[in-house]
T-cell receptor
Framework: DAKTTQPPSMDCAEGRAANLPCNHS???????VYWYRQIHSQGPQYIIH???NNETNEMASLIITEDRKSSTLILPHATLRDTAVYYC?????????????FGGGTRLMVKP | GAGVSQSPSNKVTEKGKDVELRCDPI?????LYWYRQSLGQGLEFLIY????????KSGLPSDRFSAERTGGSVSTLTIQRTQQEDSAVYLC?????????????FGSGTRLTVV
């Protein structure tokens, strides 16, 4: 699985958009970009994933650059409950083990 | 159940004792994973079960760690002769089948403290 690089921490004002970047310059053509988050004392929660097109769901939007070497997770109107560690993962959906390889993630602090 | 259930939620044990951690996956999910997360760290893969296939044990840190999955459902992670470095949150996840992009659902974990 390709390695990802994320800033260790970010702050965001409540009600504003939170833009979380992720670099994955060694991503392979068949690897997807996944985002999970982990709220304190809970297990990781799936947010969104994509291959090369931008994606949007009820939780967030995912913007993937044309060369696929980086992406941005956007929480359009951050709330205090969005305070969590956000993990960017790149991997093939099918493969031996299919385990997720989590890096350090970005600790997002949403402030009132 | 509606989600992945893990028990106990907290476990304090003395060094050298054995512990068993339980995971009840979502009904019908054929893939089951164990991870552990040390304080302030990311998730470390331990073991993976898929249906009736032999499990992928490549992440188990030592032979003191073992896991089984009975009847393709409930899984038990056993740590023998616990050490202080085993202290961590042990997370279980399940999915409909290996590789389904959205299928991973994590439990809330078991916080193991070895004293």
């Amino acid at each position: 699985d390709a390695k990802t690089t994320q800033p260790p921490s970010m702050d965001c004002a409540e009600g504003r958009a939170a833009n979380l970047p992720c670099n994955h310059s060694t991503i392979s053509g068949n690897e997807y970009v996944y985002w999970y988050r982990q709220i304190h004392s809970q297990g990781p929660q799936y947010i969104i994933h994509g291959l090369k097109n931008n994606e949007t769901n009820e939780m967030a939007s995912l913007i993937i650059t044309e060369d696929r070497k980086s992406s941005t997770l956007i929480l359009p109107h951050a709330t205090l409950r969005d305070t969590a560690v956000y993990y960017c993962i790149v991997r093939v959906p099918l493969g031996a083990g299919n385990m997720l390889t989590f890096g350090g993630g970005t600790r997002l602090m949403v402030k009132p | 159940g509606a989600g992945v259930s893990q028990s106990p939620s907290n476990k304090v044990t003395e060094k050298g004792k054995d512990v068993e951690l339980r995971c009840d996956p979502i009904s019908g999910h054929t893939a089951l994973y164990w991870y552990r997360q040390s304080l302030g760290q990311g998730l470390e893969f331990l073991i993976y079960f898929q249906g009736n296939s032999a499990p992928d044990k490549s992440g188990l840190p030592s032979d003191r760690f073992s896991a089984e999955r009975t009847g393709g459902s409930v899984s038990t992670l056993t740590i023998q002769r616990t050490q202080q470095e085993d202290s961590a949150v042990y997370l279980c996840a399940s999915s409909l089948e290996a590789g389904r992009e959205r299928g991973y659902t994590f439990g809330s974990g078991t916080r193991l403290t070895v004293v």
